[in-house]
Nanobody
Framework: QVQLVESGGGLVQAGGSLRLSCAASGRTFSSYRMGWFRQAPGKEREFVAAIRWRGNVIYYEDSVKGRFSISGDNAQLTVYLQMNSLKPEDTAVYYC???????????????????WGQGTQVTVSS
């Protein structure tokens, strides 16, 4: 069983920065990719960023491209999300996700991931 724990969320003013961390433990299968998703009240969980470990390929949702940066260490099963130039629309619970199965080619899909963290709240005030 894999456990994911996110940290680093908080309250920040628009234009500010936060760095989210996600650490996985209990690795029993190889991780294929890890990613970040977010969910605001009344909205669907949406893709933010991901790393496919094979080739260290990085994906971003268009609205965060240029503002957010994902990084990680496959050996440590750790990913980070550096969030700069934050906007109120970035307010959401941010979830770390891990995929060990490699069943889906699209890293943006929620269903591509089979392990999820508890989420960390990010609130951006204007």
């Amino acid at each position: 069983q894999v456990q994911l724990v996110e940290s680093g969320g908080g309250l920040v003013q628009a234009g500010g920065s936060l760095r989210l961390s996600c650490a996985a433990s209990g690795r029993t299968f190889s991780s294929y990719r890890m990613g970040w998703f977010r969910q605001a009240p009344g909205k669907e969980r949406e893709f933010v960023a991901a790393i496919r470990w094979r080739g260290n390929v990085i994906y971003y949702e268009d609205s965060v491209k240029g503002r957010f940066s994902i990084s990680g260490d496959n050996a440590q099963l750790t990913v980070y999300l550096q969030m700069n130039s934050l906007k109120p629309e970035d307010t959401a619970v941010y979830y770390c996700a891990l995929d060990r199965r490699n069943l889906y080619s699209d890293s943006r899909r929620v269903l591509a991931y089979d392990y999820w963290g508890q989420g960390t709240q990010v609130t951006v005030s204007s």
